[in-house]
């Protein structure tokens, strides 16, 4: 059970009180009740220790405790039996100086259950176990990645809060080395039609050239990947022209032999080959320009190493790079969900469970081999599409996840915000921003949702719930942990959406 933001206030405020007390001597008293434990138990220990107060030299202490544990037992006989989650109670003389009497009491109901039975009589209230229970301890891990980057946080309440970033040795996309071509290269798909490099993808079917059978063959494209380069080469022969990166591999015929040759090593009247849809024809070199400037190119792997490209049989870029790439990645993979189990495992129960993000086909790859832990994939709510790593990934994460979240106080607050700004583009004279206006709308019962931002003063807040209570109107602390939240704040602090419309001034 969680603590809404409201009761969360409302015992920060007792906290703050009860320790601004101290008394002269150990007088006061302090008593915790576990949930479903006997009244009739508590009773009779604070029967005992009344008794045993009568030892205490020190008549005004002997006389304060003794009347405290009266106070405390008149209370508690208030009450058929322990409430649902306990109860915790608090006794004391308050007033300032010898012989003055101010006994007072406070009893509260926790608002999670208490398990811990606790009796004290000291100079201070003991307070440490309800300011533990202002905590929580509670998180969601968030995971968001791609074949890159990855960044592992938590989820308390509305705080991301960061806890590991890695980076991998994947090859890049954008790739300084590799054999390229320009995207508006033609690749011959089938004897009939090409496509444009750019428009190409992996998996997709296109032609080679098998050299040892003399005859074209079906292979499908293994990898692609964009690159930048500076220089451009560009090779014509009688009928065909291709441009190319200078580390392009070329077939050319020397000697008898066909040999592989970058493009910035090829020589007019070098033999290149190209292809009647049946078998490789020879063609000659008549002339090679090199051009300097910003190139954007394209770089692909094929099974046979090679493919058909404005007529001409090129080589493709080697598959050890798409090896390396895919070796790097598995390693990438397998260091994140190691981080996830450093991370998520020692939270135990306070682990809510585990929303993933990223692109979904990296996600899917990364979650459907066995890099992450059963007892890991067993807290695995969700997953969700990304664009974003790092820090904007984590927000964007959370921004797509409230289907998730939808019983999280952060979820509740990014609703009721976006329900606010909402009727503020639609119509502004439903709603008010501000103490002055919001405060005219309170005292003619025309609020139906106040919002309060936490950085207000707490007299304040506290003023404004009882208003919103007297008029039947809806509460809502909202904390600065999300954008919404901060707009709130630099609002005026307070906002309200209207049952009807009223003249704003």
């Keep these: 059970m969680k603590i809404s933001p409201q009761e969360r206030l409302r015992l920060k405020r007792l906290v703050k009180e009860l320790k601004t007390y101290r008394a002269p001597h150990t007088e006061f008293v302090s008593v915790y009740i576990p949930q479903g434990y006997e009244l009739s138990k508590i009773m009779q220990h604070l029967a005992q220790e009344q008794g045993t107060a009568t030892n205490i030299k020190s008549a005004g202490t002997r006389k304060n405790v003794q009347s405290a544990l009266e106070k405390m037992m008149q209370h508690l006989r208030n009450y058929k039996r322990t409430p649902k989650n306990g109860l915790m109670i608090f006794t004391g003389n308050i007033a300032a100086g010898e012989g003055k009497i101010d006994m007072k009491v406070w009893c509260i109901e926790p608002p999670v259950p208490l398990k811990t039975r606790i009796y004290r009589c000291d100079k201070i209230f003991m307070t440490e176990i309800l300011e533990d229970m202002l905590m929580d301890h509670s998180a969601y891990g968030l995971v968001v990645l791609d074949k890159r980057d990855a960044t592992i946080a938590l989820l308390k309440g509305k705080t991301i809060v960061p806890l590991q970033t890695t980076h991998s040795e994947v090859p890049g996309k954008f790739k300084a080395g590799g054999q390229c071509l320009l995207p508006n290269t033609l690749i011959t798909i089938n004897k009939e039609s090409k496509m ?19 005859k074209l063959i079906k292979d499908i494209i293994l990898d692609k990947w964009k690159t930048t380069k500076n220089e451009l080469y560009t090779i014509k022969t009688n009928n065909l022209e291709i441009k190319s990166s200078k580390d392009h591999l070329f077939f050319v015929k020397k000697n008898e032999e066909i040999k592989e040759i970058p493009a910035q090593d090829l020589k007019i009247k070098d033999i290149l080959f190209t292809t009647n849809n049946k078998e490789k024809k020879e063609t000659p070199i008549i002339s090679i320009n090199k051009e300097k400037g910003k190139f954007d190119m394209i770089d692909i792997s094929v099974g046979n190493q090679n493919f058909i490209a404005n007529g001409l049989i090129v080589h493709n870029s080697a598959q050890r790079f798409a090896r390396q790439r895919e070796g790097a990645k598995k390693a990438h993979f397998k260091k994140i969900a190691d981080h996830m189990k450093e991370q998520f495992l020692s939270l135990g129960h306070n682990l809510k469970g585990i929303i993933i993000g990223g692109p979904g086909v990296t996600v899917g790859d990364f979650l459907n081999k066995d890099y992450v832990t059963g007892d890991l994939k067993r807290k695995i709510i969700g997953t969700k599409d990304l664009s974003y790593t790092g820090d904007f990934g984590l ?16 979820s509740q607050e990014k609703k009721i915000m976006t329900r ?50 007297e008029g039947g109107s809806t509460f809502k602390l909202i904390s600065v942990e999300t954008r919404e939240g901060v707009q709130l704040r630099d609002l005026g602090k307070i906002a309200a959406i209207l049952r009807f419309e009223i003249e704003q001034e």
């Design 196 to 214: 444009k490099l750019s428009t190409l993808n992996i998996n997709d079917e296109i032609l080679s050239f098998d050299f040892n059978e003399n």
């Design 420 to 469: 606010f700004f909402k009727e503020f583009r639609d119509n502004a004279k439903k709603v008010t921003y501000g103490e002055k206006e919001t405060l005219k709308a309170l005292k003619m019962n025309a609020v139906d949702t106040l919002l309060i931002s936490e950085t207000m003063e707490e007299d304040k807040i506290f003023q404004y719930e009882e208003m919103a209570q």
């Design 395 to 410: 927000q964007e994460l959370l921004d797509k996840c409230q289907d998730l979240l939808s019983d999280e106080e952060v």
